[in-house]
């Protein structure tokens, strides 16, 4: 699985590059502890409970919405680094230059889509917060919290996709080709 | 009408190479905005989709494929099959369908069998000469019996939904399970004989093979251990995973000592981008899901097919049919949810066997699994290789037809599923 | 053109009080002559069952059905039926639809921020569900590890020496039948329609707790509808309620012998037996309760008290 999905994707030196790489790395790291926690936690939860018999109860819980925090916070990464799977029927079929305003598409459609997760997601924490809701179970925390997770992973999936949009744009005016 | 339009809309999306999270978020926020003029529900969705502790198996099991890829345990344990099946032409196959058949009785989750297997088996069958397509087609295939093989986390939503006991319905999916197995491992030997060029290996005598049985007793000890453990009751079949993850980490570090705590963050990081990147898929698939279960569209198919008043057999056949379609789009779950509840009454009515019912809708959501554009082992596999989508594909078509027999075996010889339960005293 | 009420549940179909929704659905329906169109979305297919609350009070969905206890944190006082042994008898319940107890509750509904329409009475009769031997007594509980049905009411079992755990409802079968956890409480409805017989074998029978499935819809919605409307929909939910009673005692008288009839030990407790579960487990629920809803919940339990 080492291999770059899209060795295009990561190829550029430029300053939007750069940004996207820190933007990608630092939180896909956060997101890779997450998955860190869900194993020492579930690990604990099963020594604690047969062992001592004093099991997590909010190991459920957490882990739920720890998915929900790995995923948002690592899908920008993911996007960085070309990981997320398109349909290549059609596309493939094209020339470079087709292929390059595809890809500029493609920027601009999760650049939407990550927009409306962000702005609804917002409206999500904003209403979990006055009206007071708790996550169900043994945790009862805010349940805003976990929710705040949806808020991050649209902006910086809309960041990301934006920043390779300029960077793919920036690259085509400074070097004419088409990749 | 809208059905036509709205799968319409996602599949030209689809067309244009945008990421398939794109296509499905983006089709759902138009029906949702041409439906409902408001689409407050989107985070709601994605949330709902992802807050789910039994998904984290799969990034779990994924973890544990990377350590024992990345600490060479997997070279030992394939070494091993090799010695013991290579020089039988086709044998490693046989050898993955056989790791897929073991690992579903471990796993309840599809995904996470065709994960756990295809990232060690895929590589080891290219190198023994498989065409790459063929080595995805028995991945795509081979971790489809993870759910019904049990456990099976979709059957025991399906027996929550539709009252089946879940015991009976473990049972019913064994035979079927094992029967698929076989079917696959023909398959695939068949397919690898008359393409001629594999590489056969000449057999390496008993001597050999021990040394090399000996040196693959940490990945042979894994799956007796983690059984053990969930059949003991130490832990659940989900944490299952987890522990696996443990096991193979404690071998790597205890063990092998071949890796440093680099080479494990690699594989915690090739994980995290995994994860995102199948999951923004599911997340998708549930906003897709319910924005066409809030306008009934689901609901008006299963409907208009129960309406049609057609007897057992004509019935049976539709409802199959009808998922099927619903399986190229929609994700496992959410199609026992929507479609279970709708088509209950009727089968009760046309005295359907729910046991019956439900190792046929197994086979049907194996099928979704690898139909395009929206098959969840076929992106693993794409997760895993880097392959192209159509070669994934190509090479998982003959498995879709297989899968179609066995569906259509089950239809016709219900004992095939119920002979198991039956005999154990489950019904009645 | 009809006004369109979308409402999510939770349980399987086949569920009686499943079916009761879909009763009072009809049944709204035909009291607003066809004005009001209710599609009822059951078994988690629309919204899943910890969401619905949210999804109802921020209008996602018009209207949903949860169980009281699901409030949780959010709306602690509504926990107040499952305080072992506080609503266990049936009289109370058919009183309770019109009643001071629940015009309080549904008070606090509305102040939350959603508009109470029915309530359904679910089931007094639970089970202690176990295998080997029957837990019958507080000592039984010692040491066993056990599912429990949230914080709220877990402390009672806590208070007879039991440990709960905590796990995803689909893993509840599983984790009985490999020893994960050695005992469960549930409803007696549900322990047969889970098919907990085939994998417990030792079943006490014990009013321990109520719980209800109430119906709510989202306020601004409620205030769109006419007049006639409104009246329909609290018609409706009060005809639901005797529905839910009446389909839950028979549910619940039935269960028993179903599960016997699968070759299990069912025993009901005797009073003895229910006075010594009551004595352990009502003073640690009580002392949680109280500092969870203060004096709201004294005067919650007082209105209560005068339905007994
Ligand atoms: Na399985
Ligand atoms: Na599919």
């Given amino acids: 699985m080492t291999t770059p999905r899209d060795p295009r994707a990561t190829a550029s030196k430029g300053a939007a590059a750069r940004l996207a790489k820190w933007i990608g790395l630092g939180f896909g790291a956060l997101a890779a502890l997450m998955i860190l926690a869900v194993l020492i936690l579930t690990a604990a939860n099963v020594i604690g409970r047969y062992f001592l018999s004093a099991p997590l109860r909010g190991a459920e819980e957490a882990t739920g919405y720890l998915v929900v925090g790995m995923v948002m916070l690592g899908a920008a990464e993911a996007y960085r680094r070309g990981d997320h799977i398109r349909i290549d029927l059609l596309s493939e079929r094209l020339g470079p230059a087709g292929q390059w305003w595809v890809e500029q598409l493609s920027h601009l459609a999760v650049i939407g889509f990550a927009a409306v997760l962000m702005w609804t997601g917002w409206h999500t924490v904003a209403f979990s917060r006055m009206f007071g809701a708790y996550s169900p179970g043994y945790l009862q925390v805010p349940l805003w919290i976990p929710q705040t997770a949806l808020i991050a992973g649209g902006a910086l999936l809309a960041t990301m996709a934006a920043l390779r949009l300029l960077d793919d744009v920036h690259r085509k005016i400074t070097h004419g080709a088409p990749r | 009408m809208s059905g036509v339009i709205i799968f319409g809309l996602l599949i030209a999306l689809l067309l244009t190479g945008m990421p398939i999270f794109a296509a499905l978020g983006l089709s759902s926020l138009v029906v949702l905005w041409a439906m409902e003029g408001k689409v407050d529900a989107t985070a709601d969705a994605v949330f709902a989709s992802l807050n789910s502790p039994l998904l984290a198996a799969i990034p779990m099991f994924a973890f544990m494929a990377h350590v024992m890829i990345r600490a060479r345990v997997v070279d030992d344990l394939y070494d091993m099959a090799n010695k013991l099946v290579g020089h039988v032409k086709g044998g490693l196959g046989f050898a993955t369908i056989l790791s897929c058949t073991i690992f579903a009785t471990i796993s309840g989750s599809s995904v996470a069998t065709a994960l756990t297997i295809g990232s060690t088996a895929i590589p080891q069958m290219q190198r023994f000469g498989y065409r790459p397509r063929d080595s995805y087609g028995v991945i795509a295939a081979g971790g489809t019996l993870g759910i019904l093989i049990p456990p099976s986390g979709p059957m025991i939503l399906y027996a929550i939904v539709s009252d089946a006991s879940i015991g009976a319905l473990f049972l019913a999916g064994l035979v079927p399970g094992l029967m698929l197995a076989a079917i696959f491992a023909l398959f695939s030997w068949a397919q690898v004989t008359m393409q001629g060029d594999t590489q056969k290996q000449s057999w390496v005598g008993w001597a050999e093979l021990r040394r090399a049985l000996a040196k693959s007793f940490w990945a042979v000890m894994m799956p007796p251990v983690v059984l053990g453990g969930i059949y003991l009751g130490v832990f659940t079949a989900t944490e299952a995973a987890a522990i696996g993850a443990v096991y193979a980490l404690a071998v790597a570090v205890l063990v092998y000592r071949n890796v440093t705590l680099r080479d494990l963050w690699d594989c915690l990081w090739e994980t995290m981008r995994t994860t995102a990147m199948l999951f923004m898929i599911l997340a998708a698939a549930g906003i897709f899901g319910h924005a066409i279960t809030i306008i009934r569209l689901p609901a008006e198919v299963m409907e208009a097919v129960t309406a049609l008043r057609l007897g057992q057999t004509g019935f049976i056949m539709a409802v199959m049919a009808a998922i099927f379609v619903l399986g190229m789009f929609l994700e496992t779950i959410a199609i026992i949810l929507i479609t279970t509840p709708i088509i209950l009454p009727t089968m009760a009515a046309l005295g359907i066997d729910p046991i019956w019912y439900g190792v046929m809708l197994m086979i049907n959501l194996e099928l979704a699994l690898i139909t395009p554009p929206v098959g969840m082992n076929l992106f693993v596999i794409k997760g895993i290789t880097g392959a192209r989508l159509s070669e994934i594909i190509h090479g998982a078509l003959p498995y879709v037809l297989l899968l179609m027999g066995g569906l259509a075996l089950i239809w016709a010889f219900p004992q095939l599923a119920l002979w198991l339960p039956q005999a154990s005293g489950f019904g009645r | 053109e009809a006004t369109v009420m979308r409402c999510s549940h939770q349980l399987p179909p086949a569920h009686h009080i499943a079916l009761v929704v879909d009763q009072w659905a009809a049944e709204v329906e035909t009291l607003s002559n066809g004005e009001i169109d209710v599609q009822v979305f059951g078994a988690d297919s629309l919204v899943k069952a910890n969401d619905n609350i949210l999804a109802v009070a921020k209008g996602d969905i018009e209207c949903a059905f949860s169980l009281n206890f699901q409030w949780g944190k959010t709306l602690p ?51 202690f569900t176990s295998k080997g031997k029957f837990l019958q007594t507080p000592a039984d509980f010692q040491g066993l590890k056990m599912r429990g049905l949230g914080p709220a009411f877990d402390k009672g079992l806590e208070a007879m020496g039991a440990t709960t755990v905590s796990m995803p409802g689909s893993e509840v079968y599983q984790a009985l039948a490999t020893g994960v956890i050695d005992a469960a409480v549930t409803d007696v409805a549900a322990a047969w329609s889970r098919k907990y017989y085939e994998v417990q074998d030792h079943f006490v029978v014990v009013p321990v707790l109520a719980a209800y499935l109430h119906g709510y819809v989202t306020p601004a919605f409620h205030d769109g509808l006419t007049d006639p409307q409104k009246a329909a929909l609290k018609k409706a939910g009060e005809k639901a309620a005797g529905w839910a009673i009446e389909a839950s005692i028979e549910a619940s008288a039935a269960a028993p012998d179903q599960l016997a009839s699968k070759g299990v030990q069912v025993h009901i407790a005797t009073d003895a037996e229910n006075e010594a579960f009551k004595a352990v487990m009502q003073p640690a629920f009580a002392a949680g309760f109280e500092q969870e809803t203060g004096a709201e919940g004294k005067e919650l339990l007082d209105l209560i008290a005068k339905l007994q």
């Fill in chain 3, 77 to 127: 006082i509504m926990n107040v039926t499952v305080g072992p042994y506080t609503m266990s008898s049936i009289e109370a319940w058919k009183k309770w639809p019109t009643s001071e107890a629940a015009a309080y509750l549904e008070d606090k509904l509305s102040e939350k921020g959603v508009k109470n329409v029915a309530w359904m009475f679910q089931t007094n009769v639970s089970v």
